[in-house]
């Protein structure tokens, strides 16, 4: 299960006149033409009082929402505001086969509670639902927020369906509103798939040494070999813990066989060079030149065709 | 013969009644129908679905910012269930 924090702001917007009638009637406030609420509990006790408590929760939210500020208007005609800004943790199914080549739809689920569809029904214009463009924002005509990591797609997607709970056997409207993400791979490229690559060219040098001199070959296939389990090691660690192989699984696997194969090559060519055969062996040693590097590019070709 | 004519004589008295039966019932019908659809009855119909009619709220959102993306989940986090925790001092 994956997750992402969100700060965003809540709007909503409904037409119920016995709200006004009910506030007016307490005789509490003295008769006005927008009943105002500015502090969150006063305006969590005005809903409770009026029969809207928790009128949506976000499905998909982990843990707390924090509501850093809310208010309530309450117009003469029935028009209701409530508006909140709120800052909670939503987790959302990814598919990170293409890893670190994928895109994401971080997926916010609103629904409610306590009303089944006889008594609300959501509406979500597409123009509703946005990224808040801050005053300050340098470039404003790009609408999407800019992340370190990511690239947000300004069009959010938005849907309003309803689904029957299997509990109860009601039906719910429900808002779902999809973002979608694509990653940024320059950190990737430049801070792992470069160099495995280079640990990888580095192994590839044994086929430009003689095949008599074993010992030094084999040291620096090992020596290649261990920098990339290490550097392995670490960039799993960094990594989440999913069950499935990604493309930058197949990348590092892929790494691991060839310079496998490299050791696998030493040992042959000097074998054969201890059996005489030191022609064949100068052989295998210089098509390996050629065959190691485009055998591993075919193989990246294949794995990307697989995940894409 | 005489029970034919009986029968006959009965028949033919009733046809004209029967007509007269089926106009009454037909004006009848069409009086139903046009009171069906009258304006009145049109309204007293809207006024009563209002009040099933549930209530339409409009959702808005305005996002401000996304501070994190990818974080793994797998492992316990102390921190966070205890952030939820109402009277716990992390909050």
Sequence with gaps: ???????????????????????????????????????????????????????????????????????????????????????????????LRKYPFDSQKLNILIETAYFDKTLIEFEAPRENIVFYEKPTNPNPENKALELEEWYLDPDIECHVGEYVSKMTGRSFSYVSIDISAQRK?????????????????????????????????????????????????????SQTKISYLTLMDLFIIGTYIFM?????????????????KELIAARVNFYSRWLFPASFLVYLIVAALIMF | ?????????????????????????????????????????AQAQEENSKEHRPFTITVSLGIIDIP????????????????????????
């Excluded at chain 1, 809903?47 to 499905?59: A, C, H, Y």
């Excluded at chain 1, 320059?186 to 040494?209: D, M, N, T």
């Excluded at chain 2, 994190?68 to 909050?91: A, C, G, V, W």
């Design chain 1, 185 to 237: 791979v320059g950190f990737h490229i430049w801070k792992i798939f470069l160099p495995l690559i280079l640990i990888i060219c580095i192994s590839w040098s044994v086929f430009w040494i003689w095949t008599e001199n074993v010992a030094n070959r084999l040291s620096i296939s090992m020596i290649a070999f261990l920098t990339a389990i290490s550097f392995g090691f670490f960039i799993s660690s």
């Design chain 2, 68 to 91: 994190k993306i990818d974080e793994p989940m797998e492992t316990f986090d102390r921190k966070r269930i205890l952030r939820n925790i109402d009277h716990s001092p992390l909050r």
């Design chain 1, 1 to 95: 299960m994956e997750t992402f924090d969100i700060d965003s702001y809540l709007f909503l917007e409904w037409n119920d006149p016995a709200v006004y009638e009910y506030i007016a009637g307490r005789q509490m406030l003295p008769p006005e033409h927008t009943y105002k609420f500015y502090t969150t509990s006063e305006v969590q006790n005005i809903l409770k009082e009026v029969g809207w408590p928790e009128i949506v929760q976000f499905t998909n939210q982990v843990g707390r929402r924090e509501v850093l500020s809310s208010y309530l208007w309450v117009e003469s005609d029935g028009d209701i505001t409530y508006y909140e800004r709120f800052q909670g943790t939503f987790h959302s199914k990814y598919e």
């Design chain 1, 260 to 276: 496998t194969l490299t050791v696998v090559e030493v040992l042959t060519t000097h074998f054969l060079a201890r059996q005489g």
């Design chain 2, 1 to 41: 013969m005489k029970k034919f004519y009986a029968t006959f004589y009965c028949t033919q008295q009733h046809k004209t009644a029967r007509i007269w039966c089926l106009r009454l019932f037909l004006v009848i019908l069409l009086i139903t129908l046009c009171f069906s659809f009258s304006p009145y009855n």
